[in-house]
């Protein structure tokens, strides 16, 4: 949970609070004036209506309303007001909306020169946030100095919960605010420019693009059934999960095909594992055991896998790599049996963490790829870890200012384009298919399978100059000989 409310956070207070439409005009935040009371009562007095929020590491929000106005008073006026009430929107980084209302004939707040926000009364006090002057400690916390323990729930219904479930036990913050509370009905907020343009999301754009990845066909006259894919990543970032969520698309459940974590592909045993997808899409993806920082998928193999030598299930380990003299080796590969394009898989929350021995791995692999003209993608997995827009809805994945970032620095670091970089999430703690996952699945699958049959058209092309000049060279050997005879 970041450190600002959401639409859906101000829609829930508002019902909370029953009257109507609201707006939510930000008075106080202890990060940007301050965590003093001179501070909070110049910027909060006689504002009316407010709504206080505190923000802890933990990923817990919480707070009070008030409809009565907060004041200066040297000695402390405690106020009744039966609207009052204290909530919770989050517990530990959890959705978890509940109101504690002001219990009747009970004091809702005390206003005191020297204090912060103070719900309930001078001297039994439910919620009691700081007095003084707060100074920011170097874990990026405040330390506030009041108390939420000794009597909370004296003059709040909390329901028998304790100020550990209320608020883990402390008054740690990370952020204090105060905002005004009107009537009025609030301004949508204007919405940023996607910075990749596609289709928007929804049941319409879902149907389409099955359709046309669907269609996407290798070129005819090559005798290729199918794309074939290789993923390559290190351990940990997803590649058979990735497998998952293509197959979880095209067959409208979570699917767990590729056993992740599993005993196919271990730390020391590399099986070269195709999946495929019936009638759904020409597409075959070859899992392969994630790189690692020592004993991994070496250039050799992965040369040999590149060219369709390595037959399929075949295992590979350290000490039993493929060799040119095997019985397994397949030595006359055609292109159906050869790779068409390979797609690195990054873990988005690790991969600006990434040591330079795995950089320099990755590129040693891109270099392959290159000298062999073969097409590379990358997809960066668990985007909805890196930021709030796209935790709510993974719809948001390209107006999220934190996901483009990552893009752009994922492009740099393996020199790819932009719009090879492809954002996905992977099915992890979801029991039924999310529609705009699926669509964002389908946006990478489809460019991936571009970026093959783009590989195969040139393959043809090829092929065709060789014919070509095979023929050519062969008809002026014809003229030589009818010359000569």
Not at 44 to 52: E, I, K, V
Not at 398 to 411: G, Q, T, W
Not at 416 to 437: A, C, F, G, Q, T
Not at 462 to 482: E, P
């Amino acid at each position: 949970m970041g450190k600002s409310l959401t639409e859906k956070d101000f829609v829930q207070v508002e019902s909370w609070i029953g009257t109507g439409p609201k707006t939510f005009n930000l008075l106080y935040s202890i990060t940007r004036d301050g965590c003093d009371p001179s501070m909070f009562h110049q910027k909060c007095d006689n504002q009316g209506p407010t709504l206080t929020v505190l923000y802890n590491k933990e990923g817990s929000v919480y707070g009070g309303y008030a409809s009565v106005k907060w004041i200066s008073s040297p000695n402390g006026l405690d106020q009744n007001d039966n609207s009052a009430f204290l909530y919770q929107l989050y517990y530990s980084g959890r959705n978890t909306p509940k109101k504690y209302p002001v219990k009747p004939g009970h004091t809702a707040i005390c206003s005191a020169t020297s204090l912060g926000p103070l719900f309930g009364s001078n001297h039994v006090y439910d919620v009691f946030t700081f007095s003084g002057s707060i100074q920011n400690i170097s874990s990026g916390e405040y330390n506030l100095n009041g108390d939420m323990q000794t009597y909370f729930g004296k003059n709040y219904d909390t329901a028998g919960i304790s100020s550990k479930e209320f608020n883990n036990g402390h008054i740690r913050v990370t952020e204090l605010e105060v905002y005004a509370v009107k009537d009025d009905q609030r301004k949508p907020k204007a919405l940023p420019t996607p910075w990749r343009k596609t289709a928007e999301f929804g049941p319409t754009v879902l149907g389409s693009l099955k359709e046309e990845v669907k269609g996407i066909q290798p070129p005819e006259g090559l005798d290729v059934p199918q794309f074939n894919i290789l993923l390559l990543g290190p351990l940990g970032s997803g590649k058979s999960s990735v497998c998952n969520l293509v197959a979880s698309v095209f067959r409208g459940r979570i699917s767990h095909r590729a056993r992740v974590g599993g005993n196919v592909q271990t730390s020391t045993t590399t099986q070269l594992t195709p999946y495929t997808f019936g009638d759904k899409a020409s597409l075959q993806l070859y899992d392969t055991r994630g790189i690692a920082e020592s004993d991994t998928l070496d250039l050799l193999q992965c040369n040999f896998i590149l060219d369709g030598h390595v037959p399929d299930f075949y295992e590979m380990s350290p000490t039993h790599l493929l060799k040119c003299d095997d019985a397994e080796f397949r030595h006359q590969a055609a292109l159906k049996n050869k790779i068409h394009c390979a797609v690195f898989v990054l873990d988005g929350l690790t991969v600006d963490d990434m040591s330079k021995s795995m950089l320099q791995k990755l590129l040693s692999y891109r270099d392959l790829l290159n000298g062999k003209g073969i097409p590379q993608a990358a997809l960066i997995t668990k985007i909805d870890k890196l930021c709030e827009q796209s935790a709510e809805n993974i719809s948001n994945t390209f107006l999220s200012p934190a996901v483009k970032e990552l893009v752009y620095n994922v492009a740099d670091l393996l020199n790819l384009p932009r719009n090879s970089i492809l954002p996905v999430k992977n099915y992890e703690e979801e029991m039924e298919s999310d529609e705009n996952i699926n669509i964002l699945a389908l946006f990478a699958v489809r460019q991936i399978l571009f970026f093959a049959e783009d590989y195969l058209e040139n393959m043809k092309d090829k092929q065709s100059r060789s014919r070509g000049n095979a023929n050519s060279g062969q008809a002026h050997s014809d003229v030589r000989g009818s010359d000569t005879a």
